[in-house]
């Protein structure tokens, strides 16, 4: 089946400075989706890509889409302690785009 | 606007014993989502509803769990016996539609059998 994987698993930064994870799939996706989600809390949508090489931006984030559309990544530039957590993709589980399968998640800690 | 609600939020159990989850979606949301979530991985879809209709239950280990959301509305999960390994937060989400489906989670509840 589909399958969605993330690197790194763990990152740690120092305040200030950037970081990014990147998510792979297995097969071409119609599309992907980005969620953060905070220790203790539950996953809150951040963005969906759709077009092949796209990249959106938001505020310091930004989300790039693969030309190929079989891998994203998102970039925070200068970190803040409010950017901690962890972030997962998500692909379709098939064709349809209905059900989506989450990657295992980056778990990011920004020391201050 | 009300996001989606989930009780309980905590639940202790023994082996063996039955265990109910509820979710109220967010109002107007016709697509709703059971997930399991162990620690330190991803969300996994369980079932998948549009409307009262379970559409997608493949993940769903019908020999112990159902679910069932009977007026298209607020869901149940029940698990019934508890196994240790079912202990893990199980999340609710729901989108407005299988078109525009940007995923709104609930607070989970969190599940310990012990």
């Known amino acids: 089946g589909q399958q969605v994987m993330q690197i790194p698993q763990y990152q740690h930064v120092q305040e200030g400075e950037d970081f990014t994870t990147y998510c792979n799939s297995s097969?071409?996706?119609?599309?992907i989706q980005w969620y953060k989600q905070r220790p203790g809390g539950h996953p809150v949508f951040l963005i969906q890509l759709v077009k092949s090489g796209e990249v959106k931006k938001q505020k310091r984030l930004t989300f790039q889409f693969g030309e190929a559309k079989k891998n994203s990544s998102l970039h925070i530039t200068a970190t803040q302690t409010t950017d901690v957590g962890t972030y997962f993709c998500?692909?379709?589980?098939?064709?349809?785009?209905?059900?989506?399968?989450f990657g295992p998640g980056t778990r990011l800690s920004v020391l201050p | 606007e009300a996001g989606v609600v989930q009780s309980p939020r905590y639940k202790i159990i023994e082996k063996k014993q039955p265990v109910a989850f509820w979710c109220n979606p967010i109002?107007?949301?016709?697509?709703l989502y059971w997930y399991l979530q162990n620690l330190g991985q991803g969300p996994e879809l369980l079932i998948r509803?549009?409307?009262?209709?379970?559409?997608?239950d493949s993940q769903l280990p019908k020999d112990r769990f159902s679910a069932e959301r009977l007026k298209g509305v607020d869901s149940t999960l029940k698990i019934q016996p508890a196994e240790l390994g079912d202990s893990a937060v199980y999340l609710c989400?729901?989108?407005?539609?299988?078109?525009?489906?940007?995923?709104?989670f609930g607070p989970g509840t969190r599940l310990t059998v012990l």
């Open positions: 097969t071409t996706l119609s599309n």
């Open positions: 989400a729901s989108s407005l539609d299988y078109h525009v489906n940007e995923q709104f």
């Open positions: 998500a692909g379709p589980k098939d064709n349809y785009g209905q059900n989506f399968v």
């Open positions: 109002s107007g949301h016709n697509t």
């Open positions: 509803y549009e409307n009262e209709e379970a559409v997608d």
